[in-house]
T-cell receptor, first 113, second 112 residues
Framework: DAGVTQSPTHLIKTRGQQVTLRCSPK?????VSWYQQALGQGPQFIFQ???????QRGNFPDRFSGHQFPNYSSELNVNALLLGDSALYLC????????????FGPGTRLTVL | GESVGLHLPTLSVQEGDNSIINCAYS??????FIWYKQESGKGPQFIID?????DKRQGQRVTVLLNKTVKHLSLQIAATQPGDSAVYFC???????????FGTGTRLKVLA
């Protein structure tokens, strides 16, 4: 039973560029949440996707956008990258009918130079 | 590899002793709480959860205690092992929302 997978593992971009991160949820899960984790801090909620719609968003600018596909996988897009966007980006999946538990993937480490 | 939690509070315990990690949560309307373990270079790993209608829940070698009066959560790890060394985060979720709000984390170091 595959857990949550994310790609790529690491990514290096320069300021002003755009990036797309990908997530495949755990088998049987239909909901995907994205979090940003800066070094030394706890994860911060970016947004959650369910039924291909963004249903809740955290305090992140519109430069952060996402998408969920019919197979429940998801993408996180960040435009006009800033140095402060350097962080570990975590995807978590859950099952709408199974309660509130979110299971995390290994993350994508984004470095903005 | 990368380091998670460079300046986090640290709890050092001897191998075989019990560990208690504490967390103060922010919202009295929170109805679901969860503990995660995060090792360096990895994503958070689910340990145990508890709902607000309970005050204690036990898993394998772990116990979570919830005190709603003072908005406090604790994780107890019995017979701590070297593999328990990691950063531990508590998270809360309140009714009507889907996001987790994470605490600042505690680094657990197990001394041989």
């Amino acid at each position: 039973d595959a857990g949550v997978t994310q790609s790529p593992t690491h990514l290096i971009k320069t300021r002003g560029q755009q990036v797309t991160l990908r997530c495949s949820p755990k088998s049987g899960h239909d909901t995907v949440s994205w979090y940003q984790q800066a070094l030394g801090q706890g994860p911060q909620f970016i947004f959650q996707y369910y039924e291909e719609e963004e249903r809740q968003r955290g305090n992140f600018p519109d430069r952060f956008s996402g998408h969920q596909f019919p197979n429940y996988s998801s993408e996180l897009n960040v435009n006009a990258l800033l140095l402060g966007d350097s962080a570990l980006y975590l995807c978590a999946s859950s099952w709408e009918g199974g309660g509130d538990t979110q299971y995390f993937g290994p993350g994508t480490r984004l470095t903005v130079l | 590899g990368e380091s998670v939690g460079l300046h986090l509070p640290t709890l050092s315990v001897q191998e075989g002793d019990n560990s208690i990690i504490n967390c103060a949560y922010s919202n009295s309307a929170s109805d679901y709480f969860i503990w995660y373990k995060q090792e360096s270079g990895k994503g958070p790993q689910f340990i145990i959860d508890i709902r607000s209608n309970m005050d204690k829940r036990q898993g394998q070698r772990v116990t979570v205690l919830l005190n709603k009066t003072v908005k406090h959560l604790s994780l107890q790890i019995a017979a701590t092992q070297p593999g328990d060394s990691a950063v531990y985060f508590c998270a809360e979720k309140y009714t009507g929302t889907y996001k987790y709000i994470f605490g600042t984390g505690t680094r657990l170091k197990v001394l041989a």
